[in-house]
């Protein structure tokens, strides 16, 4: 018996496809646009690049090869501001409904099962269509992260505050009984 070929191949191909009609359109309308104009070579090549990978993932896939590791690069570290917008669905908005239609051929390739199949099984694969996806208006809202409740600790108690007792050689005696008070003044003395 032989094993039934693997769909990836044509899902890369078929997805090649789109992206690189998206790239052509980008460079078509956003030549004319004196404020998208400089988002041109960044997105061409960041699409192109994002087709080249994903062909390279889907055909280790197909002939069952493990993914490779990824090499260790000396200069990794935060990434840098990618040089085009990032806003969700800023190309759609940008170039209108002919973004919109490459949009809508993208989520339908990707809702075919062999498509989800193809993608469950490669992270590459799915890391790289993440960006394009978001441009286009395609990925959900990533959900926010709750944060922490730090509920307010009570202050801690005040120290209690410790009072030498005096030795008893300077200790005053405590005041005989009908002796009257040190700060009230002699009978005579008072008024009324």
């Known amino acids: 018996m032989q094993p039934t070929p693997s769909p990836a191949p044509d899902f890369a191909y078929r997805l090649g496809v789109i992206l690189a009609g998206l790239a052509a359109l980008i460079a078509r309308r956003f030549v004319c ?8 070579r960044p997105l061409w090549t960041h699409i192109t690049r994002a ?18 590791p990824r090499a260790a690069n000396p200069h990794s570290g935060p990434h840098s501001k990618p040089a085009f917008p990032t ?41 790289t269509l993440a960006p394009i996806r978001r441009m286009l208006g395609l990925a959900p809202p990533r959900p926010r992260r709750p944060r922490p409740r730090v509920k307010a600790s009570p202050p801690p108690p005040p120290a209690p505050v410790v009072r ?18 040190w700060w009230l003044p002699p009978r005579r003395l008072r008024s009324g």
């Open 33 to 40: 646009d004196s404020f998208h104009a400089p988002f041109i």
């Open 51 to 68: 087709a080249r990978r994903l062909e390279r993932a889907f055909a280790r896939l197909a002939a069952s090869l493990p993914s490779r």
């Open 87 to 127: 806003r969700r669905g800023w190309l759609v908005a940008a170039l209108g409904p002919d973004a919109a239609a490459y949009a809508s051929q993208l989520k339908f390739l990707l809702a075919e099962p062999e498509a989800a199949d193809a993608l469950a099984n490669s992270l590459a694969a799915r890391r």
């Open 164 to 181: 030498p007792t005096p030795p008893p050689w300077l200790r005053d005696p405590p005041p005989a009984r009908g002796a009257r008070p």
